[in-house]
C-alpha cells in the first residue's frame, strides 16, 4: 500500500502509531553492491532520511526518532565516521529550515558532546530554533546506547535515595521513564530494522518493551514513503494485548 492509498482509506488514524523509531541500517551493503565506497551509501542513506522524515510528517506520526550513530560506532574507521559527521553537518544545515517551516521539533538523545564543537554548536543552534515549534517530533540518537541510558538513569535514582529526596520503595517505571532520554516523547509504539538483521543493537532497549517490532530486507537507502506507509499499514493489522488476552 502507498502513502497515497494509505492516507485515502481515512482508517489509518485510528489506529496509527504516535512514535516510530528506525534502526537506519544497510547503508554499506547497499555502496558494496554497486561497487562503491562506504561513504556513497551514507550519502544515499541521508536521502532517504529526508523521504522518510517527509513521509512521517504527511502521515500525522507524532514522533520518529531515528538510530544515526550509536555509541558502539566509535570502533569504525575514522575516516568513515569522518564522513558521518560531515554528512550529519550538512543534514543539519540544508534541512534545518524546512524543519523551522514545518514546525518540526528537533531532539537528540545521546551525549553529543563529544563531537567536534563546531557540530556541537550547529546542533544546538538547531535545537534552539527549533524549540518553539508545537508540531511532530524528530528525535536523532547520536553516540547513543540504551543501556548506557538505564545506567545513567539508575545512578540518578541511586543518587537521589543517597541524598534523602526519594525512597527506594518510590523507583518504579514512571520514575525511571522520568530520568530516561525519551521522557518527552510519546511512548514507542513502532521500531523498524531495515535491511534484514534482526537485533535491536542496544537502540531503546526500555522503550521497546512493548512496541511492536518489524524487520524488513530493504536496505535503508532504498526505503522511502510507500515502505513507511507499508509498516504503518502492518501496524495497524496487529492486535496489541499488553500481556491480556
Not at 544515526?68 to 564522513?83: K, V
Given at each position: 500500500m502507498s502513502e497515497a492509498q494509505l492516507l485515502a482509506t481515512g482508517q489509518p488514524e485510528l489506529s496509527l502509531p504516535r512514535h516510530?523509531?528506525?534502526?537506519?541500517?544497510?547503508?554499506?551493503?547497499?555502496?558494496?553492491?554497486?561497487?562503491?565506497?562506504?561513504?556513497?551509501?551514507?550519502?544515499?542513506?541521508v536521502e532517504a532520511v529526508r523521504r522518510v522524515t517527509r513521509a512521517a510528517r504527511s502521515l500525522g506520526i507524532e514522533a520518529l526518532t531515528l538510530y544515526?550513530?550509536?555509541?558502539?560506532?566509535?570502533?569504525?574507521?575514522?575516516?568513515?565516521?569522518?564522513?558521518l559527521m560531515g554528512l550529519l553537518r550538512l543534514f543539519i544545515r540544508s534541512d534545518l529550515a524546512e524543519m523551522v517551516?514545518?514546525?518540526?521539533?528537533?531532539?537528540?538523545?545521546?551525549?553529543?558532546?563529544?563531537f567536534?564543537?563546531?557540530?556541537v554548536a550547529l546542533l544546538d543552534?538547531?535545537?534552539a530554533r527549533t524549540a518553539p515549534?508545537?508540531?511532530p517530533i524528530l528525535a536523532i540518537a547520536l553516540n547513543y546506547g540504551a543501556q548506557d541510558e538505564l545506567v545513567t538513569a539508575a545512578r540518578r535514582l541511586a543518587q537521589r535515595v543517597r541524598d534523602g529526596a526519594m525512597a527506594v520503595e518510590a523507583i518504579d517505571a514512571e520514575a525511571i521513564e522520568a530520568e530516561l532520554e525519551t521522557r518527552?516523547?510519546?511512548?514507542?509504539?513502532?521500531?523498524?530494522?531495515?535491511?534484514?538483521?534482526?537485533?535491536?543493537?542496544?537502540?531503546?532497549?526500555?522503550?521497546?518493551?512493548y512496541a511492536e517490532l518489524l524487520f524488513v530486507d530493504t536496505l535503508w537507502p532504498d526505503y522511502g514513503a510507500d515502505d513507511l506507509a507499508a509498516a504503518v499499514a502492518a501496524f495497524g493489522q496487529r492486535q496489541r494485548r499488553y500481556g491480556g488476552l
Open positions: 516510530v523509531a528506525i534502526i537506519m541500517d544497510g547503508n554499506g551493503r547497499w555502496a558494496k553492491q554497486r561497487h562503491l565506497p562506504r561513504a556513497a551509501g551514507h550519502r544515499a542513506g544515526a550513530f550509536s555509541s558502539e560506532n566509535w570502533r569504525r574507521p575514522e575516516d568513515e565516521i569522518g564522513a517551516r514545518d514546525d518540526v521539533r528537533l531532539r537528540i538523545i545521546g551525549d553529543y558532546s563529544r567536534a564543537p563546531d557540530l543552534d538547531a535545537l515549534n508545537t508540531g518527552e516523547l510519546p511512548p514507542l509504539d513502532l521500531m523498524i530494522r531495515t535491511s534484514g538483521e534482526q537485533r535491536l543493537s542496544n537502540f531503546l532497549l526500555w522503550q521497546a518493551a
